[in-house]
């Protein structure tokens, strides 16, 4: 049973800095990975999809990466702000027609002014 | 308007209320699914739908059915609410036309079960 594991629940840091969040999944066996965004009460915003075949993926300051032997993602955000502030959540799509996604239970990130 | 919209956004129920909540979406997508989210739990797959005839549980379904009305429609429902059951609920689509299976979210109910 694929196991995905964000390390650590929660993560304070100062306005500008680069950040990474980690992802690490047991079963390398991955359709793609997804990462997701979400704000205090409200729902999941998608923010980047790596699939299988790919290393990573860019858009805007994050930038997402994949390593399958490994077992791990990472996603880094340049010149953090504080609207970055939420909970990033990864999820991972095993491989299989019509599989499912296994979530994380999510990074608190709080970006300090 | 939002692609994936929810209602409602908060319900507070009392035990052995039946529950139910809906939701449709624009975005012409034909799979859906209801998640919940516990806190430190992460999100758990009630029931998916990859088209109106085709439904199927997911790793937590007992105490749950749904219906899918409609492609754009896809109702949960609570037959006779429990305490833990109190958790934000997520409806979520997809598209099968595209190879990803890119996941987009509603913005969750919240219900609260006394």
């Known amino acids: 049973k694929q196991e995905v594991t964000q390390i650590p629940a929660a993560l304070s840091v100062p306005e500008g800095e680069n950040l990474v969040l980690n992802c690490s999944f047991t079963?390398?066996?991955?359709?793609?990975l997804q990462w997701f965004r979400q704000d205090p009460g409200k729902g999941l915003t998608s923010l980047l999809l790596?699939?299988?075949?790919?290393r990573e993926q860019t858009s805007g300051r994050l930038n997402a990466s994949l390593d399958k032997s490994s077992g791990r993602s990472t996603l880094y955000i340049a010149a953090s702000q504080p609207g970055d502030s939420a909970t990033y959540l990864c999820a991972v799509r095993p491989t299989g027609a019509n599989s499912k996604l296994t979530f994380g239970k999510g990074i608190t990130l709080s970006v300090r002014p | 308007d939002a692609d994936v919209t929810q209602t409602p956004r908060n319900r507070i129920t009392k035990t052995g209320k039946r529950i139910m909540l809906e939701c449709s979406q624009t975005?012409?997508?034909?799979?859906m699914y209801w998640y919940r989210q516990d806190p430190g739990l992460g999100l758990q797959l009630i029931y998916y739908s990859f088209d109106v005839k085709d439904i199927n549980k997911g790793e937590i379904s007992d105490g749950y059915s749904v219906s899918r009305q409609a492609q754009a429609k896809f109702s949960l429902s609570l037959e006779s609410a429990i305490p833990n059951q109190t958790a934000l609920y997520f409806c979520?689509?997809?598209?099968?036309?595209?190879?990803?299976?890119?996941?987009?979210f509603g913005e969750g109910s919240r219900l609260t079960v006394l």
């Open positions: 079963d390398s066996a991955i359709y793609n």
């Open positions: 975005k012409g997508h034909d799979r």
């Open positions: 790596i699939q299988s075949s790919q």
């Open positions: 979520a689509t997809s598209d099968a036309r595209t190879s990803t299976g890119e996941l987009f």
